[in-house]
């Protein structure tokens, strides 16, 4: 994504503020950055080679990590990146990975062997008219590389990856891809598989291939005699689901070595491919696949991501939910289990039998291979995609990143250590010498030592799977940090700022946690709003923080028709901005055992000095919007739209029983999906505010008329960050930057 392109403005009239042309403002300057990488955990396979893994992104940085010490894996660098990438193809041989990439050129990282100190992505020389897009069906350790087109196998000399060389065009009439659709969001290909992923299948040493052929129908096995020269030795008819509509689904080649191969079934005919079911097949004679074995794993909740082949026993990765689907519930367990291969238990019989591939009948229900064992996470997992390297296996996890599993006794499976991989950036909350600023993927909090600005470091991590509310923000108190999750709100001992660990959760009157909570707190109290769950209504709730890690509940009051609300704290007020907006309330909370309504703006449009400005606001995708900020009687609440709409509504509230919408601050010369207002954060006379692709600082000595001062491009960012001595501290979407104010 290219960095995005501001322009200046100069800001007048008190009743709506628009931009102009102007004289460039001064830029804030960048005091320290401290990358925490940017991408989508569980894309790819992981890589590893020597004493490091490096895990693809998806979207974004690729992480490299450092398993020395399996137990406790650190992470080396991120490389920096923008690019989609989702499957890592190594090439040791010439000192190399390339990368795939769905939405340009095929991508190549030289230097293995100096990763850790130095190498960066870029695109290779690629003729996309000829050979695809950018993803290879197979590498071989020689460098000749495959690409899979509609109807023809291209073969590329991939040695030199400044002169990529077509060695030969490889016609299979019926290798067509029409029936296989390619699904719109391909960083998620390490769990969807997109067309390029699974049209084309090789065994580790290349010798063998799978092909799906006439649209999926029927799965061809392909001898390669030599590098170029393929020939179909036999084939079986593929299974498939299909629906009402006509749509139909195919069975997905998961896993491939010289003897066997693994066909996954489909569930159903949805987009996000779901898999309950293998079949094995013996493959020793290609020209007489025959099949051997069934598994049906686990329950409906099943969705089988990947498989690792060892010479008895298979490791299949159970992720628990659609690929990519962009949360993962608090009680979701990922499962790996093991199957022993050896062991296959005959039809409808619960007792086990040695099993022989050469023996088998083919006909008629076969056996299925004993499970040998079972691992169930104890946390929130999405388990991807693996990796068998010896006896470790490498687990890439969509709601964390990289774990480690020791397999050298495969029914005794246990969990070595793991380590975040590049997410995205969102959240801050500041103390001390300390940023805590959280990921978006399953919430991970990201402990970096702010005591030098100019070189903040990261010296910790907390996670606990749980994905944090896009709409609200960190709070603490003392030596208590509260996390607000879509499930919960969590209560998190900082006491030791590099290793936070969770003491309890924010409970309502019956015990259960809060639904999609947000917060404010003053030195005694912590304000909640919690949305509705079930029978139960949105509800603003008072804890005692007496004691920080222990809050205790003291009122909760009923918000008729809310749908969750945003909160803002200002003395004795308190402010509450509903969800997707046309609802503003005011709280008096003079006695917090007994917090009183005192105004309730609800309506879907207002006048703002003649133009009829709606009140609806902006929470699509992962917005961190719309931010709130209060100055001198004065409430700036960020629309999250984009020009030519207002980015910011302003209201007078210094009169507790009315709420009049006075002012907005427009931005009429950005266009564009990356333009758009995410957050507004006040210190003293200056308003901040975040753009998703700048920051830029307005003097509101004038409340109705902000003059902008400074403006600062960057790249992404959802909030618009935390002041301090100066200072803006800013969650950007691959790490925390530091920027000095005017």
Known sequence: MPAALWVAAAWVASAWVASAWGAEPPRLEQVGLCYTGFGVPGSGRPF??????????????????????????????????????????????????????????????????????????????????KWGRSFLAGLRADGIGYTATTKEIVALDLNDPERPLELARI?????????????????????????????????????????????????AILQWKTPTEPVVRGEFANVEVSDKAGATAYGRVL???????????????????????????????????????????????????????????????DGRNIASGHCVSRSQRSRLYVLDLEQLVPPGEKGKGKGDLTTLDAEGPPPSPRVAA???????????????????????????????????????????????????GHWLYLKGDHAFMGHTFGGTIHVIAVADPAKPRTVGYYWDGQWLNYKAKIRGKGDAMYLPQEDGLAVVDISEPARPKRAGEFLDGE????????LD?????????????????????????????????LSAMELKDGKGFRVLLAGKMLYLVGYTGKRIMAADLSDPRQPRITADLHAEAVDIAG????????????????????????????????????????????????????????????????????????????????????????????????????????????????????????????????????
């Open 521 to 553: 707190v003053s030195e005694a109290h912590a304000f909640v709003v919690a949305a509705p769950r079930g029978k139960t209504p949105c509800r603003l709730l008072v804890y005692d923080l007496g004691q920080p890690l222990k809050p205790s509940l």
């Open 511 to 518: 015990g259960k946690p809060l639904g999609a909570p947000c």
């Open 374 to 424: 079972t691992f169930e996470d104890p946390m929130p997992t999405e388990y991807s995609q693996l990796n068998l390297v010896g006896d470790t296996l490498y687990v890439n996890d969509y709601n964390f990143g990289l774990w480690l599993f020791d397999v050298s006794v495969p029914l005794k499976t246990l969990k070595l250590g793991g380590v975040p991989v590049s997410a995205e």
């Open 171 to 219: 016609p299979v009439t019926r290798l067509k891809g029409e029936g296989m659709p390619t699904l719109p969001e391909d960083h998620a290909v390490g769990t969807t598989l997109v067309r390029e992923g699974y049209q084309l299948t090789f065994c580790p040493d290349h010798s063998l291939s799978a092909a799906l052929l006439d649209g999926g129908r029927r799965v």
């Open 48 to 129: 590893a080679f020597g004493n490091h893994v490096l895990v693809n992104a998806g979207e974004g940085y690729p992480t490299l990590i450092d398993v020395s010490d399996k137990r406790a894996p650190r992470i080396v660098r991120y490389l920096p990146s923008w690019h989609f990438t989702s499957i890592i193809y190594p090439l040791p041989a010439r000192d190399l990975v390339y990368l795939s990439s769905s939405r340009g050129r095929l991508i190549v990282v030289k230097g293995l062997s100096t990763l850790a100190e130095k190498g960066d992505l870029r695109e290779i020389p690629w003729d996309g008219a």
């Open 611 to 742: 133009r009829k400005e709606t009140l609806a606001l902006k929470d699509g995708g992962g917005n961190g919007v719309p931010g709130m900020a209060f100055s001198r009687g004065y409430l700036y609440v960020s629309t999250g739209r984009e020009a030519p709409g207002p980015y910011v509504l302003i209201f007078d509230v210094r009169e507790p029983t009315a709420i009049r919408p006075v002012a907005t601050l427009d931005v009429t010369d950005r266009r564009g999906w990356q333009y758009f207002a995410c957050d507004v954060v006040v210190e003293g006379n200056r308003l901040i505010l975040g753009d998703y692709g700048c920051e830029e600082v307005y003097d509101i000595t004038g409340p109705t008329a902000p003059k902008r001062l400074a403006h600062y491009r960057r790249a992404y960012a959802w909030q618009a960050g935390a002041v301090r001595d100066g200072l803006l501290y800013v969650p950007k979407l691959d790490g925390l930057e530091v920027l000095r104010l005017p």
């Open 255 to 317: 896993a491939l070595d010289s003897a066997r191969l693994v066909l996954g079934h489909p569930a159903s005919t949805s987009r996000y491919w779901q898999c309950r079911k293998l079949t094995f097949y013996d493959v020793r004679d290609p020209t007489k696949p025959k099949r051997f074995a069934e598994a049906t794993l686990g329950d409906a909740g099943t969705h089988i991501r990947d498989i690792a082949l060892a010479v008895r026993y298979v490791f299949v990765a």
